[in-house]
Every structure is written in C-alpha cells, then in structure tokens.
Antibody, heavy 116, light 106 residues
Framework: QIQLVQSGAEVKKPGASVKVSCKTS????????ITWVRQAPGQGLEWMGW????????NYAQKLQGRVTMTTDTSTSTAYMELRSLTSDDTAVYYC?????????WGQGALVTVSS | DIQMTQSPSSLSASVGDRVTITCRAS??????LAWYQQKPGKVPKLLIY???TLQSGVPSRFSGSGSGTDFTLTISSLQPEDVATYYC?????????FGQGTKVEI
C-alpha cells in the first residue's frame, strides 16, 4: 500500500533550521511529485511548494523563497524539506503529500515547534 | 496570485441535511480544483479532484461541481462522521493555494 512516513517532531530555537523527511513506499517515486503543506495551530492549510519526483523541478511559495529548500533522494524514495531562519510563525505541522497538483496520499505530519 | 475564497466559514446542520460549500477563485482556473476533508486532529483527505471526480473510496453522498471561477462541494445527506473542516485547492498553476476552510458541525 502507498505510504508516506515523515520524521518526528522537532523543537527548534529561533534562527535555527529544520529538515523534515518523507519516506515513500508502495508506488514509483519518479512518477509523482511531492507537495509540502503546513498548518499552524488552529489555522488552515498553507501550500509551501512542490518538487518533481523525476527531474527535481520545484516551485516554492513566494513567502518562503530564500528560506526553504525541497530535495529528493530517488535511491531511497525520500523527499526532504528544509526551512531556515525559523521564527515562531513557523510553528506548525508540516505535511508531505503525493502529487504535484492535487495530493492523494499524505504523510502523518511532523510538528515543528519554534521556541526560545 | 489567484485567491480562493470559501463560504461559509462555518455551518451547522442536522443529520440528513443537504450541505453545500462554495469556493470562488479570483480568476478562472478551468476545472483544476480539489476538495479535502480534515477531521479534528487528523490528516487531510482528498475527496474530489478535477472539480467533480470522486476519489476512490469516498462515499457517493459527496459531490463536486463547477468550472472557471465558481465551485461547490455538496454533501447530499449529512452524517455524523462528516464533521470536519473542508478545504478547496486550486492546482492549475503555482501557487497552488488552499481556501481558508469551512467548518461543518452537526
């Protein structure tokens, strides 16, 4: 069955970086993109960007440009999202999901808490 | 950027009621629209894509319609397990923005 399994919860200090992994299985990784979505506490879904599982093409949300990097490791069918210069506004659950358009399978989410 | 506006922001209905949620795009997006359901404390779940195609395994009481700028999600007979927040998302171009969500209560 198709699964996306994310890394665990993280607590980071302001100014630090975080890297969330998303290990996929059950499908051909290169046939689908990976979308990253985050959700701040009590808030809605925010599209962060996506990366192709084939050629590494990617697009990021304008507000995150310069702070976010999405990568893939096709040898392990794993996607990564790194966010730098964290502030308290980055406290959220971070989701990876299969698909570059709509997202049909989702990871379980990774809570990132930014606190001094 | 194209904005996605959902209405209402929340609603309360009775079991068995027909419920309609609207999503409006600030510019035309053809039929590149998806709907998701997120139950409290859970991961979002894809319900509908290309505006009206039901995702496999989703109950047939859910349906979607629309094209261009105006879209609707309809629950034909509301069930207790449908308590959730529903989001639309455009995916014709980046950014693939979500609507702000509609909270459905019984």
């Amino acid at each position: 069955q198709i699964q996306l399994v994310q890394s665990g919860a993280e607590v980071k200090k302001p100014g630090a970086s975080v890297k969330v992994s998303c290990k996929t299985s059950g499908y051909t990784f290169s046939n689908y993109g990976i979308t990253w979505v985050r959700q701040a506490p009590g808030q809605g879904l925010e599209w962060m960007g996506w990366i192709s599982g084939n050629n590494g093409n990617r697009n990021y949300a304008q507000k995150l440009q310069g702070r976010v990097t999405m990568t893939t490791d096709t040898s392990t069918s794993t996607a990564y999202m790194e966010l730098r210069s964290l502030t308290s506004d980055d406290t959220a659950v971070y989701y990876c999901a299969r698909g570059g358009g709509y997202a049909d399978y989702w990871g379980q989410g990774a809570l990132v808490t930014v606190s001094s | 950027d194209i904005q996605m506006t959902q209405s209402p922001s929340s609603l309360s209905a009775s079991v068995g009621d027909r419920v309609t949620i609207t999503c409006r795009a600030s510019q035309g997006i053809s039929n590149y629209l998806a709907w998701y359901q997120q139950k409290p404390g859970k991961v979002p779940k894809l319900l509908i894509y290309t505006a009206s195609t039901l995702q496999s395994g989703v109950p047939s009481r859910f349906s979607g319609s629309g094209s261009g700028t105006d879209f609707t999600l309809t629950i034909s007979s509301l069930q207790p397990e449908d308590v959730a927040t529903y989001y639309c998302q455009k995916y014709n171009s980046v950014p693939k923005t979500f609507g702000q969500g509609t909270k459905v209560e019984i």
